[in-house]
């Protein structure tokens, strides 16, 4: 795997997602693991900085996500159960995130190589890869599924959405104040949308985010491996809720 931009975490991954030709999620297809992934930090700096920070937003989920599956003993991705190695790298992505992330985008923005830079594309592109994979998936993810029935949200690329469906987890999860602000204050430094009229839906009616929702929590999501019963409503209230939050943090 030689990839050119670091916008996911699929190239260090078993995982392809399907999508129709509308941009909908559809399926999860496992292929072989990769045998080597080369990526030059030097392409990755000139390709758009949107791209990597959507990167970031993927990978802003991973530990959130590896963290819930590891309270509830979930399985992760090829449907063992994480080590503490997986949820140690997986908490070491979002630390680089945090500390790194922004001046990352700058970096970007410039075009230019630094460490900061090449730190984040190894959280976004192994770190976040081998987080969720051996780490396990849970809400994050099938709230950015569920937001791909938006067709207002369809231009948004994988990681934006996921960032929201982060957001979206912990309102969910009930996460302490701080944990939020945190992440809240990331997404601001580095670009990612925090509210549903940054993702492009201007007039959000109960019904398109009930058909998210309801997306979200078919069969088979990974948004079953929280700790209790998440129905739509859940989803929905705390879709809502988040993005109310994130309008009143801008
Ligand atoms: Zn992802």
Redesign the pocket.
């Given at each position: 795997m030689v990839p050119t931009i670091a916008a996911?975490?699929a190239p260090c991954s078993a995982l392809s997602v399907i999508y129709t030709e509308e941009g909908m999620f559809e399926s999860y297809q496992f292929p072989p693991s990769p045998n080597m992934v080369i990526v030059d930090t030097a392409i990755v700096a000139k390709a758009p900085t949107r791209l990597l920070v959507s990167g970031m937003g993927?990978a802003l989920?991973t530990w959130f996500e590896a963290e819930a599956c590891s309270r509830t003993k979930s399985a992760n991705m090829p449907g063992g159960v994480a080590t503490e190695a997986a949820l140690a790298l997986a908490r070491l992505c979002y630390d680089q995130l945090i500390e790194y992330g922004y001046e990352a985008k700058i970096a970007c923005d410039a075009d230019a190589v630094t460490p900061a830079l090449e730190r984040i594309v190894e959280a976004n592109t192994l770190l976040s890869g081998i987080g969720?994979e051996s780490g396990g998936l849970a809400a994050a993810?099938s709230i950015?599924n569920g937001m791909t029935a938006i067709e207002e949200m369809h231009h948004m690329y994988?990681?934006e959405k996921?960032s929201f469906g982060t957001l979206t987890q912990l309102v969910l999860q009930d996460s302490p104040r701080e944990v939020l602000e945190e992440v809240l204050d990331f997404c601001v430094s580095v670009g990612l949308p925090i509210t549903f009229a940054q993702l492009g839906l201007k007039e959000p009616s109960r019904d398109k985010i009930m058909a998210a929702a309801t997306m979200a929590t078919a069969p088979g999501e990974t948004i079953h491996n929280l700790p209790w019963k998440v129905t739509a409503e859940d989803v929905a209230d705390a879709m809502m809720a988040a993005d109310a939050l994130g309008r009143e943090w801008l």
């Open positions: 996911t975490d993927d989920a969720f993810h950015h994988h990681g996921v």
